[in-house]
């Protein structure tokens, strides 16, 4: 997966996520399923900014960055800022 690739998934889950959000401030309950896939994407989102940061440094030390590879989700959202 090429960084075009990553950037065309992201826009498609930050597209979803918008949906969702707005619906959910709309003042119109989520169900359970929209509020499970609501997380999925948060925790998709994460995943691919990481995939992303992996891949380009990677790349700024001369290493393929095709070689990185989509951590876990338990290992993302993991990270303390």
Known sequence: MG???IFENIDGLVSEERALRARSTADLVLS???R??????????????????????????????????VRPADEV???QG
């Not at 609501?38 to 095709?66: H, I, Y």
Request: overall charge negative; hydrophobic content about 30%.
């Open 32 to 34: 359970t399923e929209e």
């Open 36 to 69: 499970s896939r609501l997380r999925e994407v948060e925790v998709q989102l994460d995943q691919c900014w990481d995939l992303l940061r992996q891949r380009r440094a990677l790349s700024e030390f001369g290493v393929d960055p095709a070689s990185a590879k």
């Open 3 to 5: 960084e075009q690739d």
């Open 77 to 79: 959202e993991g990270y």
